[in-house]
């Protein structure tokens, strides 16, 4: 399986960014998708997920409201747009297989999403 997540940039706080994962060797239409982030100094933590269908969606309490995942199975893609960001967003931000943990370890080299104030 290879996972490759990009658009991550500079931002100032209250900007939005999109972030999207293309998904090779798996059957992606099959398997829910999440996206997870690891702040400095701190472990990985999920802060989205969607079914493989797109019906179900989760999201971490600190983003609720804020950041929206989607995918595009006819793409093998799955997006995170983020809105309203804030410094504590700060952080490499990967996706992974499965809707509530990651099944495969294999997290690519992740996109830097850096906030400032």
């Known amino acids: 399986v290879q996972l ?8 100032q706080t ?3 960014l999109r972030l999207s994962c293309a998904a090779s060797g798996i059957s992606f239409s099959a398997n829910g998708m999440g996206w997870y982030r690891q702040a400095p100094g701190k472990q990985r933590e ?3 997920s969607i079914s493989s269908g797109g019906g179900f969606t989760n999201y971490a309490d ?6 929206t995942i989607s995918r595009d199975n006819a793409k093998n ?3 995170l747009q983020m809105n309203d960001l ?3 967003d700060t952080g490499v931000y990967y996706c992974n ?3 509530r943990r990651p ?3 294999a997290w690519g080299q992740g996109t830097l999403v850096t906030v400032s104030s």
Request: glycine fraction near 18%; charge should be neutral; hydrophobic fraction near 40%.
């Open 14 to 16: 209250g900007e939005s």
């Open 86 to 88: 804030k410094t504590e």
């Open 4 to 11: 490759q997540a990009f658009g991550g940039g500079l931002v």
């Open 103 to 105: 099944l495969y370890d």
């Open 46 to 48: 999920l802060v989205a």
């Open 97 to 99: 297989v499965g809707f």
């Open 62 to 67: 600190s983003v609720k409201g804020r950041f």
């Open 77 to 79: 893609t799955v997006y």
